[in-house]
């Protein structure tokens, strides 16, 4: 209903929880919302016209820029089956109407904490996940990923007869770069090459 969008977002700016808004009138027109515009945080409510909150999650879970975009209902004590049946599906939490003040502003911020979290936590899986596989100098793939690459490379040119092909590189008296010019010389030699 318009009250309760005009309700929750005079609380969440008002307690500086956000300060851009998107709203609408029914679950259509906000499926069409999070297909067009990023957002951190989704309230809904499974009593408004039109709404489906399993299209919403099916939506969430189809599209990346959704993932990990918590969905909060704001339900109604009668809403307890629905309001299950979409925890299940994926929704993250629920908050009962008419909602507390505090406690929606609490819950927007564990969410977006939460949020925040696990975005720092793929960042760092991501970085790990580069390191593990590259040389920490020449950015180059390590010895792992060279075995792996030429595991894959080798079944393929076997499975299509395909030939293979494989150079080597070898710097000659790279040792006298090293002790003549010094470590830091001799890196910046590997890195060109």
Known sequence: SESVRHSVERVLRDHQ????????????????????HTVTLVFCDPAAAGFDEFELLRLKGGQTKLE????????TEEDTRATLRALRAGADDYLTKPFH????????????????LQDELRDKSTLLETLNRTDG???LLNRRSLVE???????KCTRYRAPLSLVMVDLDRFK????????????AVLKTV
């Open 17 to 36: 929880v956000a300060d851009v808004f998107l709203t609408a009138r029914d679950g259509r027109e906000a499926c069409a919302l999070l297909t067009r």
């Open 68 to 75: 990990g975009v918590p969905v909060i209902l704001l339900a």
């Open 101 to 116: 003040d505090e406690e929606l502003v609490a819950r927007a911020r564990v969410h977006l904490r939460l949020r925040e």
């Open 137 to 139: 100098l020449t950015g």
């Open 149 to 155: 690459v030429l595991g894959a490379e080798f079944a």
């Open 176 to 187: 006298k770069v090293n002790d003549t010019f010094g470590h830091p010389v001799g890196d």
